[in-house]
Nanobody, 127 residues
């Protein structure tokens, strides 16, 4: 399993932007999908976005569609989650995840599809 490390979280005002990064300590195969999940206090972890290996097809949850953009730079072994127009309800710990043989994201991507996780990065949206 590859070790993942998230960064880029912090405190931002509503309407602001953040860019989260997910980097592998070992190589993230470019054919493997990478996903972002988040967990708010008292809530279950939910899928935010997923980017497929190879084609780079992306899927987004309805709650972030049009505001978040997921991309990957295989040369840098890094996946980026650009978050714009942030809302207080986006406040959560954000986790990235991958699984070597999970290559094609579907709109129903789920945490059970992934076996390598980062430690999470806190995003707080508040005035």
């Amino acid at each position: 399993q590859v070790q993942l490390v998230e960064s880029g979280g912090g405190l931002v005002q509503p309407g602001g932007s953040l860019r989260l990064s997910c980097t592998g300590s070992g190589a993230i195969p470019d054919y493997s999908a990478v996903a972002w999940f988040r967990q708010a206090p008292g809530k279950e972890r939910e899928g935010v976005s997923c980017i497929s290996g190879g084609s780079g097809i992306t899927h987004y949850s309805n709650s972030v569609k049009g505001r978040f953009t997921l991309s990957r730079d295989n040369a840098k072994n890094t996946v980026y989650l650009q978050m714009n127009s942030l809302k207080p309800e986006d406040t959560a710990v954000y986790y990235c995840a991958t699984e070597r043989l999970y290559t094609l994201c579907t709109e129903h991507f789920d945490e059970v599809d992934f076996d390598s996780w980062g430690q999470g990065t806190q995003v707080t949206v508040s005035s």
